[in-house]
């Protein structure tokens, strides 16, 4: 159980939690942007639909 406790508190050490602070920020990141593109492309396909509606 001590051993554990160790691997525990060594995992959140200041540097891993920076690093791991980082690293989320990064996913984060890109999931807003990847979001963003979709929110966009289904804006696009929208409209697309509205007009290609109202020409038939």
């Known amino acids: 159980m001590i051993n554990y406790y160790v691997l525990i508190s060594s995992l959140f050490s200041p540097f891993f ?3 791991f602070e980082q690293l989320s920020g ?3 990141q890109k999931v807003l942007r990847d979001s963003d593109t979709i929110r966009v492309h ?3 396909l929208k409209f697309h639909y509205i ?3 109202s020409n038939s």
């Open 17 to 19: 939690l920076v690093s």
């Open 42 to 44: 289904s804006t696009i």
């Open 26 to 28: 990064r996913i984060f």
């Open 51 to 53: 007009f290609c509606n």
